[in-house]
T-cell receptor
Framework: DAGVIQSPRHEVTEMGQEVTLRCKPI?????LFWYRQTMMRGLELLIY????????DSGMPEDRFSAKMPNASFSTLKIQPSEPRDSAVYFC???????????????FGSGTRLTVV | QKEVEQDPGPLSVPEGAIVSLNCTYS??????FMWYRQYSRKGPELLMY????GNKEDGRFTAQVDKSSKYISLFIRDSQPSDSATYLC???????????FGTGTRLQVTL
């Protein structure tokens, strides 16, 4: 199993540009989560999906952020337009059993390090 | 105020030392408590968990929860340089699907 795969690993973009982050969850994991990690705020949940349907997007900071999951094996997080304060590491995670995360844990990808200049 | 508070460190200890990492939380509804370890440039990975109050031991690691004081601890015995990482506590109510993480404590174990 290749684990949760995120791309790109690094992204440097100019303010105002559109940024798209991609995630492939582990096959069979019905839940997918997008997190953002910064030194100041730690790991923050942005949005999560169950069976490709967005369940809770209350963590999405602004309308500039949007996320989709067109099928069970692919999700995107888009920022348009990007701003310097969006610079962070964005993680995707998946789990097969959200009711018992402690049993299997969330499997995180290696993250996308986004820098907006 | 964040629901889960954690001292960011960094914490530097010599090899072989006993390490104590701590978190406090504010939501009484939290029932499950986890510790994740995150190596540099990697995603977090589940280290261990406990349910409600009490202790749980796994090798050199012991997780402890005191619900009366809303305090979570992770102890590492005989610390090794390979333990150098950021440790994040996480909590879960048991009725929702999302975890709430602390900001993480960066640990450095020196030779």
């Amino acid at each position: 199993d290749a684990g949760v795969i995120q791309s790109p690993r690094h992204e440097v973009t100019e303010m105002g540009q559109e940024v798209t982050l991609r995630c492939k969850p582990i096959s069979g994991h019905d839940y997918l989560f997008w997190y953002r990690q910064t030194m100041m705020r730690g790991l923050e949940l942005l949005i999560y999906f169950n069976n490709n349907v967005p369940i809770d997007d209350s963590g999405m900071p602004e309308d500039r952020f949007s996320a989709k999951m067109p099928n069970a094996s692919f999700s995107t997080l888009k920022i348009q337009p990007s701003e310097p304060r969006d610079s962070a590491v964005y993680f995707c995670a998946s789990t097969p059993r959200p009711g018992a995360p402690f049993l299997s844990g969330y499997t995180f990808g290696s993250g996308t390090r986004l820098t907006v200049v | 105020q964040k629901e889960v508070e954690q001292d960011p460190g960094p914490l530097s200890v010599p090899e072989g030392a006993i390490v104590s990492l701590n978190c406090t939380y504010s939501n009484s509804a939290f029932q499950y408590f986890m510790w994740y370890r995150q190596y540099s440039r990697k995603g977090p990975e589940l280290l261990m968990y406990t349910y409600s109050s009490g202790n749980k031991e796994d090798g050199r690691f012991t997780a402890q929860v005191d619900k009366s004081s809303k305090y979570i601890s992770l102890f590492i015995r005989d610390s090794q340089p390979s333990d150098s990482a950021t440790y994040l506590c996480a909590t879960y109510t048991g009725t929702a699907s999302k975890l709430t993480f602390g900001t993480g404590t960066r640990l450095q174990v020196t030779l």
